[in-house]
Each structure stands twice: as C-alpha cells, then as structure tokens.
C-alpha cells in the first residue's frame, strides 16, 4: 500500500517550511506560554510520547503527523516541568479539512484510508467518494494526515 501512496504524493509538490504553521501538543493555555520552553533543558515531552510525534522546533514542542497522530495520552503533560503543557488546559488539536481539488476519493477513485483509521469516525463519505469531515467531531488528532496519500488534510487550529 505505502508504494501506492508514495505514486499518488508523487504530484503534490512539497511545503515550504514557511508555509507551515506548526501545532502544539493540546495542553497549553496561551501560545505565548512556549516561549517558556526555552528553558527547559531536557525536553522530556518528547521523550514520552509513545506515538513519537512531538518534536522541537525553534526550542518549543510541535507536532509532527508525517508517521501517526496524537492518542491525548497526557504523557507530554505529566512531565511537563515548567507547566507550559497542563492537563487543566487539555483541549482538541485543531480541526480537519479536506481540500476537494487534491482528494483523489472526490476526483472518483476509490479510497476511504483517512476514514479508517478515524476513530472518532468523524470523516462521513457522501456518494461513495465525497468525504466531509465534521468538525464537532474531530478532534484534530492526525492520524488522518499521515494516511492521506495526496496529502489533501489540514488541520489548524480554531478551523471550521
């Protein structure tokens, strides 16, 4: 399956850094709250997450969903000395939204992959090969993103 995935992500052209704008794990109050991640030394959020998927960019833990998605296990907060990430503050990631013009399932070939692995089964296919997501479902959690073969999901957050 990955073979095919790798042909279909093939014509999507890459994502500069700049265009990303970076997600943090789902624990923190105010984004200006990161700047406190600068000194902590040993960036155990990292560490524990048994999904693998907090990494540090410019001294601040994000998100990377290029492998799997966030369980909500609380892990990264538990360890989180500074309190930057606080199980208090535990909120949804961001919310999904599938562009139309790069899902290969709205341009009539057959693929449910991000609707399988949803476990919020927040993504609903309409006729077969429109899937929509609903956003009071979705959790912003990922798993979606690393499936997608077009990379045709986005999550950010505070979308509708």
């Known amino acids: 399956m990955s073979n095919r995935r790798e ?3 093939s014509f999507v ?9 970076y997600l943090h794990p789902p624990y923190f109050k105010e ?12 960036k155990k959020c990292v560490d524990v997450c048994e ?15 290029s492998e799997s998605g966030c369980t909500f296990c609380d892990e990264c907060a538990n360890v989180c000395k500074l309190e930057v990430l606080s199980i208090e503050n535990k909120k949804d990631i961001g919310k999904a939204k599938i562009d139309i013009l790069k899902c290969i399932a709205w341009n009539k070939t057959v693929c449910s992959l991000c609707n ?11 006729s077969f090969f ?31």
């Open 7 to 9: 042909f279909f992500r």
């Open 13 to 21: 052209k890459p994502i500069k850094k700049e265009e990303v704008e």
């Open 31 to 42: 984004l200006s709250d990161f700047e406190k991640c600068k000194e902590c030394e040993d």
């Open 51 to 65: 999904e693998k998927i907090v990494k540090i960019v410019d001294n601040k833990p994000v998100l990377y969903f």
């Open 116 to 126: 399988d692995i949803c476990d919020e089964r927040a993504i609903k296919f309409y």
């Open 130 to 160: 429109n899937p929509e997501i609903d956003n009071n479902l979705c959790n912003g959690c990922g798993f979606c993103l690393n499936v997608c073969p077009t990379y045709a999901i986005e999550i950010k957050r505070g979308m509708v």
